[in-house]
Nanobody, 115 residues
Framework: QVQLVESGGGLVQAGGSLRLSCAAS????????MGWYRRAPGKQRELVAT???????GYADSVKGRFTLSRDNAKNTVYLQMNSLKPEDTAVYYC?????????WGQGTQVTVSS
């Protein structure tokens, strides 16, 4: 069983920044794939950013150049630095970890961007 604990959400004005954290209960080296997803009110869940065990990064077009995913192996934690936030970034953000073909999700953290 893998547990993921997210933190860092909140309320911010447009143009501001937030950093989300996702701490895993297992060694990050045992995780094949980690990612951040979000679900806005009335919309489907969408992928935001991903990182593979080899360190390859991927971003949704809507966040490229504004969001940066990074990893701290010693802390088994991934971060999502979000800059130049827009009202359309408002959503619940979820962390995903894939371990041996099984997906584990965090509880979600709310990000609200006011205009």
């Amino acid at each position: 069983q893998v547990q993921l604990v997210e933190s860092g959400g909140g309320l911010v004005q447009a143009g501001g920044s937030l950093r989300l954290s996702c701490a895993a209960s297992v060694s990050i080296f045992s995780i094949n794939f980690m990612g951040w997803y979000r679900r806005a009110p009335g919309k489907q869940r969408e992928l935001v950013a991903t990182i593979t065990s080899g360190g390859s990064l991927g971003y949704a077009d809507s966040v490229k150049g504004r969001f940066t995913l990074s990893r701290d192996n010693a802390k088994n934690t991934v971060y999502l630095q979000m800059n130049s936030l827009k009202p359309e970034d408002t959503a619940v953000y979820y962390c995903l970890a894939r371990v041996r073909g099984l997906d584990y999700w965090g509880q979600g953290t709310q990000v609200t961007v006011s205009s």
